[in-house]
């Protein structure tokens, strides 16, 4: 299983979706716009995103141009892919 995939597949047990069932290639009905989370479940999934890349190089390295897979960078990394592909944060 891809990098991606991991992470997408766990974006999706997070809000309840499944994966198997998102076309996440539909440009004219994006995905991340499906489905929403509370700004606590997403700090939740950052923080999983920035250990999971942390515990591994060759998957940090995989979606990353930096070099180190340094705390920082695992952070910086999960956030980025949070504004670039997570759900919609819940407005409370």
């Not at 991606?4 to 069932?21: L, N, P, Q, S, W």
């Not at 990353?64 to 409370?92: P, Q």
Request: with cysteine.
């Amino acid at each position: 299983m891809e990098t991606i995939e991991k992470i997408m597949r766990e974006m999706c047990v997070m809000v309840g979706a499944d994966y198997d069932t998102i076309n996440f290639k539909d440009e004219e009905d994006p995905f991340y716009l499906k489905h929403e989370w509370p700004e606590a479940d997403e700090e939740e999934f950052k923080v999983w995103i920035s250990n999971f890349l942390f515990k591994s190089k060759k998957d940090f390295r995989s979606i990353s141009r930096l070099m180190m897979n340094t705390r920082h960078n695992c952070d910086k990394v999960a956030s980025e892919f949070i504004f670039m592909y997570g759900w919609k944060t819940k407005v409370s």
